[in-house]
């Protein structure tokens, strides 16, 4: 167990009682907390001025722009969540590998990993090299932000290690990730060898985001959609596990006021203590048939996409899961009256979850209208 600073948002009990994060401990909220992923980002015209002359990843490593990019999106929309605005690749890029982000595109690397020996090389950047020296832009980018945040939780993220893999192993974005899922069967020992050092990599990327203030943790395995339960459970889950437990033993205090109707046994003039764990979410798409495997990698919360209803992706998780999700992403652009009848049903089957957090199925379209989101997160409060 590694208790979190006294200063941290969650130990100083800025965002400990806070909607989003009790949420995700399971607790219903009177008012569902509601944020959307890529948030900040293109939909802002405010992000594209300041985005004008700088590369994304530079973006991402220059704290003072990366606070401001993550901020906008909490000023305009009064969203119950910050989200870090980072790259799920920027830890690969701090521990050497060449990869550079194309506008349109995504990812792009500069020599794929194919082979057991280019694991080998890949391997040779030692995941301990990243230290706090290293992730110094993070650990700024997230302090200036958590310090104008208040009582709003910043919430941290990295990308799981199979979606990272499809990248290095790709060499950028593909349809069906076929050669990393060719590569798990055909060299399953190399692929456990790139999956662990991914896992060390992007988990100690994770973690500096929450020991520096995030007071939650996003796992994404965007494209672990494509696999079956059974490769993802042999091949990939262990790692995810692994991604997590550099976050998993991360804890905080939290004290209770004296409670005149606490148990007769209690002291009920001491405060109580309880300790809690930062929490962690776990997000894939079109990953119904992978839900319980997603939670049962060590997430308190799974993230379910568009494809499939809150009721039914609960059933699956047995009911005892909080969950974030479901609003389609096509939806933002269908008419008020349209879009609101979904948000209504969306959470109406949220309700058969422990907690749920309103989220989309997916990013905002960067066409999106961004006074709809506004317009949504308003309605969501104010039922
Ligand atoms: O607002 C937020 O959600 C926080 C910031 C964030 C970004 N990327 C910023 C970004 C987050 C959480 C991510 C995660 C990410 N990056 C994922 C997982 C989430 C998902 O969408 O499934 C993935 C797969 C990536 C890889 C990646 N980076 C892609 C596919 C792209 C889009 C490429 C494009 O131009 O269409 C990026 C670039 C990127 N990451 C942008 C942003 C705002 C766009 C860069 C720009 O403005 O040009």
Redesign the pocket.
């Known amino acids: 167990m590694n208790t979190l600073d006294p200063s941290h948002p969650l130990s100083a009990a800025r965002t400990a009682s806070s909607r989003l994060v009790r949420a995700y401990q399971g607790v219903r909220q009177e008012v569902t907390p509601v944020w959307f ?6 939909s802002l015209p405010e992000y594209r001025e300041l ?1 004008v002359g700088t590369r ?1 990843l530079d973006a991402c490593l220059d704290p003072a722009l990366a606070s401001e990019i993550t901020l906008q999106p909490v000023r305009r929309h009064g969203v119950d969540a910050g ?7 920027i830890p690969l890029r701090l521990a050497g590998v060449d990869v550079d ?1 194309v ?5 792009v690397l500069g020599s794929p990993v194919r082979t057991a020996d280019d694991v080998s090389r890949l391997t040779e950047l030692d995941p301990a090299s990243l230290t706090d020296e290293t992730f110094a832009p993070i650990i700024e980018a997230v302090r200036l932000t958590t310090a104008e945040l208040g009582d709003t939780p910043l919430i941290g ?1 990295a ?1 799981a290690p199979f ?1 990272l893999a499809a990248y290095l192993v790709e060499g950028g ?1 593909s349809k069906d990730h076929i050669r990393a899922r060719t590569m798990m069967h055909a060299d399953p020992i190399a692929w456990a060898r790139l999956m662990d050092w991914t896992a060390d990599v992007t988990g100690a990327f994770l973690r500096t985001q929450v020991v520096a203030g995030a007071s939650a943790a996003q796992l ?1 395995d ?1 494209w672990a959609g494509s696999l079956s339960l059974h490769d993802y459970a042999t091949h990939v889950a262990p790692a995810s596990t692994r991604a997590l437990s550099h976050v998993r033993d991360l804890t905080y205090v939290v004290t209770h006021a004296p409670d005149a109707a606490a148990d007769a046994d209690a002291r009920a003039d001491e405060p109580q203590t309880e300790t809690r764990n930062v929490p962690i979410v776990h997000f894939g ?1 079109g990953t119904g048939e992978l839900l319980k495997a997603m939670h049962e990698v060590g997430a308190d919360v799974v993230g379910v996409d568009y494809r499939i209803p809150l009721d039914e992706a609960s059933r699956r998780l047995g009911h005892v899961v909080p969950i974030q999700g479901n609003v389609d992403p096509a939806m933002l652009a269908a008419p008020w009256k349209v879009l609101q009848a979904h948000v209504l049903d969306v959470l109406e089957r949220g309700a058969d979850a422990p907690a749920h957090v309103l989220n989309l199925g ?2 905002v379209p960067p066409e999106t209208d961004p006074d709809v989101l506004t317009r949504l997160v308003g309605f969501v409060h104010g039922l």
């Open positions: 992923m890529r948030q900040a980002g293109r985005r994304m989200i870090f605005f980072s790259d799920i690749v982000i506008p349109g595109k995504g990812p993220f990308g979606t974005p994404f965007s798409v997916h990013g």
